[in-house]
């Protein structure tokens, strides 16, 4: 299935269960490539920006709050962060971030869209920024689940899934088979990381990932934010790790290679967002 | 000014600095009332929901983040809680959650515009729930800048600031008079509390808020929270207090009482909505 987002007149909407965002500006680029269809466009608020299947992925002027709450409570507590796995992320904004540790020394960057890379490239280059050409950086165009399902066991010690919403090419990030091959090439003190959707417009999906990856890991806590162009503006990104909830706990030297050039992640900001968990979610995942 | 939402087909949306937010539905009322334009309507996603001059208020299925936020930081804190005044909050949600807690003696509700009032008992009973009828619950249709500005010294225990944006109606909700009025009239002890903005749609709004609070009171500081109906999802309230910064101590006996009823708000994610202030407003109020 793929969609193109709707336009009128002058706007483009993500519309979702009787909700519509919507973004003043115009279609760049309109394309389908072998997986989805990728929009491009430009936008009065927040600048260019990408859409997959007319979902709001990324744009350039509101990128961060995804980014850093997906990269940094991961990169600054996990045991060791040599080897970091990237799954999807093709706009490059995940890699830059994590490429801001220089404790980094070797970047593997999965993903299946050719295209999506491409086209951040030429229309997004701010988000990628530097990671592009950055010798630590290898940019792997290839199924993210077949990659984490043939890697070494105790391979990498971060992974992260920088993916869309489980349908089209992402479905199968959000499954058993795919979250038990992290938990696997995860090496010992290693953190896994993921986007885990709105609790609010993907409230079941959320639930059930939280707990499948918790389950698998044995240690795992959603973290809450926002997005604002997402559904709701209301996401969350879940933390796994084998050894006891190491993501709770950042490593201060760590913290202050990266906060400064942060919009959004601190120490303190990290601490908060794990515990923003609503009553309602709370009590289906902590009964 | 008085703007009506746009409508096109079957869609009601705000507009706000290129981003639209839309609900899939139908108008109810749309009248002009002596100080606003008010608008119902029948939404497929969060039931029936309430615009004034053109901007998203509440809504039955999506009210309870903002008046969880808002209230429960305050009344969980204040070292007394019998005299509560809320001004705004004319659809009742504010009150609902206040009398809750069976430490509330006396609620005024001022609000300016009767017909938020009457129309919000006609369409949208379950947001008052019984404040309505309940015997500490007095409802005041008049000016709130007034209210505050002709109440006596310390007669309030907590005092609850629930308007819309500052324009229209609400401007004077925002300024200096306003909330030395409202620090005058708390008594010991007493806990202020307003909504103040998006850190995102509207950050030096709120950022120049939670300053001038500061310096009036002594103690202020934001929580962060969604209001997914609301421009970006993502919303602040503002607390204050004259003798520390109490409210970010729970009084457990208060929590208990109104916990098991809330969707969003519990002593934990109270904790953490005050720490997770973005690093690029914290480098504002926080230097």
Known sequence: MTTAPETSGNWIDEHHNGVRYGLKGRVLVE???????????????YGKGLLLDGCWMTAEHQER????SLVHPALCTAAAIERVLVIGGGDGGTARECLRHPGVKHLDLVEIDGR?????????????????????FHLRVADGIAWAAEAEDASYDVVLVDGSDPTGPAEGLFNRAFFSNCCRILKPGGVFATQSESPEAFRQV???MVKLIRELFGHADPLYGWVPMYPSGWWSWTFAAKDGPRYLTVQSERAAAV??????????????AFNTIPAFIERELNP
């Open 65 to 68: 709050h995804y980014h850093e």
């Open 259 to 272: 906060a400064e050039g942060c919009a959004i992640w601190s120490p303190r900001w990290q601490q908060g």
């Open 116 to 136: 999506v890379v491409d086209l951040s490239q030429e229309h997004l280059p701010s988000i990628g920024g530097g990671c592009w050409n950055d010798p630590r």
């Open 206 to 208: 959320h639930i059930d």
């Open 31 to 45: 394309e389908q490539s072998d997986f989805q269809r990728i929009t491009v466009i430009d936008s009065q608020r």
